[in-house]
């Protein structure tokens, strides 16, 4: 479901494109960055601000079959380095949540 993840140590930022693979409707993603000091970054969260599109609740993004979403975040931790990405993600009517493989994320700057 993550199709691009790239991130820029020198600004802090994540670029990330999401793509509903999928036959459900997805309702809500969640992202998980793994840095390289061993802690882990949830988005949304306290640690990133999300920069594009900044008008949108992730917890509450609905993504039809084929809906791609893309998204900048910044990230606020310093010690961060961005290394692996993974979606967790709900389904309407379901308690179950779907986790993604990790993705390798490309760090250029």
């Not at 008008?55 to 975040?73: A, F, H, R, S, W």
């Not at 389904?91 to 986790?99: E, N």
């Amino acid at each position: 479901m993550i199709e691009d993840a790239s991130y820029n140590p020198a600004s802090q930022t994540l670029f990330m494109s999401i793509r509903n693979m999928g036959l459900i409707t997805v309702q809500g993603v969640e992202i998980h960055i793994m840095c390289s000091d061993g802690t882990e970054i949830t988005i949304p969260g306290s640690s990133a601000t999300l920069l594009s599109p900044s008008e949108i609740d992730l917890t509450q993004v609905k993504l039809n079959p084929g809906d791609t979403l893309t998204i900048l975040v910044q990230l606020s931790s310093t010690t961060c380095v961005a290394q692996q990405a993974y979606l967790v993600y709900g389904v309407p009517g379901s308690q179950q949540q779907y986790v993604s493989k990790p993705i390798t994320v490309i760090v250029y700057g």
